[in-house]
């Protein structure tokens, strides 16, 4: 990707109408808004949502929405094909080509599926055809789906080496308190560092339809910023969204600004990508060997570990105060932790992850 490249999601609550049916306009006004943004030089991925309830307003007559994973993703099955033809058309009108990008958790957990991943993007880019990548519903195991589409969108904008990401959704952005329960709730202009002070502040998603909310925007803002890509939440149904969020206005959603230190790609995969297999608890001194002086960890400083892991699987390494400090991919197994003064984890294979 270029150094002007940005990763647009749009929520299931702002692709599909009050019917669930798709939202054409909304489709349309997204096309024209990424068929400027490339005019200028822009190279965009489209994240999309919305195959589930898309499928079940096909195939449901009505019913009530079913609950049960396989039904679901029986149901995503029928919506995808609708969802992508809708795409197709939408772009057709800006003259682009679209291609169609499914992904599951395993093309991110491993690495050489990730690079191909990011290949696969990078070709369709070169021959000038939108990415439209949506998660694999149909097909993925109910325990290692990503649960939202936001979370995807972080983990794509990574993968391309994104600049910007933005999340268009249903609401203005990340407000003070929930409108519902608080009507003097403002909009938050800019977050310059995400901390737990924002939980209290991103609920539940609110229309029952989309698997997200601004929980987990606000997590995906915290994986795509610690990556250095500047974030935008913000509203799919105003005009020009998209163009608006990458130029930086302040009075439009809001803006998660990067960290200064971007973390490697490599290692952005190791933090945000991979999934973890076990947990390993260190000592005080362990701690201030990696957190102050950058050292790898080492089986001294282990306290007690969790997790059947085997060399090259990643990890959660914890604090005395079980505290989350850092995530690694250890060299030794679960079995060769009873003993020995080996690298555990060396600092090459390390991310810390606390927050300042």
């Keep these: ?53 898309a499928g079940w307003a096909e195939v449901g007559e009505g019913r009530p929405r079913p609950s049960e994973s396989i039904t679901l993703q029986a149901v995503s099955a029928v919506g995808q094909p609708l969802l992508m033809d809708a795409w197709r058309r939408a772009f057709a009108t800006q003259h682009l080509a679209v291609g169609q990008v499914l ?3 395993l093309d991110f957990s491993h690495r050489g599926q990730y690079l191909h991943a990011r290949s696969t993007l990078e070709a369709l880019g070169s021959l000038g055809v939108v990415a439209v990548v949506n998660e ?43 409108p519902r329960l608080d009507p003097t709730a403002t909009l938050i202009d800019v977050v310059a560092s995400i901390d737990t002070s924002l939980e209290g502040v991103a609920g539940r998603s609110r229309s029952g339809v989309g698997s997200g909310g601004m929980a987990s925007k606000v997590a995906a803002a915290r994986m795509a910023t610690w990556s250095g890509v500047t974030t935008v939440i913000a509203p799919a149904r105003e005009a020009t969204p998209l163009r ?46 990696l957190e102050n002086h950058g050292r790898s960890l080492l089986r001294v400083g282990v306290e007690s570990f969790s997790g059947d892991f085997v060399e090259g699987d990643a990890v959660e390494i914890l604090g005395p105060q079980d505290q989350l400090l850092a995530k690694g991919l250890v060299r030794v197994s679960a079995e060769g932790l009873v003993d020995g003064d080996d690298v555990v984890v060396h600092r090459d294979d390390l991310v810390l992850l606390r927050m300042s």
């Design 244 to 289: 608006r969020a990458v130029r930086g206005q302040h009075d439009f959603g809001t803006t998660f600004e990067p960290r200064p230190e971007r973390l490697s790609a490599r290692k952005a995969w190791i933090a945000f990508a991979v999934a973890s297999a076990g947990t390993l608890r260190i000592n005080q001194g362990a701690l201030q060997a």
């Design 103 to 105: 992904l599951a958790p």
């Design 136 to 178: 694999n519903d149909a097909v993925a195991d109910e325990e290692i789906r990503f649960g939202d589409n936001d979370r995807l969108a972080a983990l794509v904008a990574n993968l391309v080496a994104a600049s910007h990401l933005v999340l268009l959704t249903d609401t203005p952005g990340l407000l003070t308190a929930d």
């Design 1 to 53: 990707m270029t150094s002007r490249s940005v990763v647009v999601k749009i929520g299931t609550t702002s692709v599909t109408d009050a019917r669930g049916g798709i939202a054409h306009d909304v489709l349309d006004a997204v096309a024209a808004d990424v068929a400027a943004l490339r005019a200028e030089g822009w190279s965009v991925v489209v994240v999309t949502s919305g195959a589930i309830t």
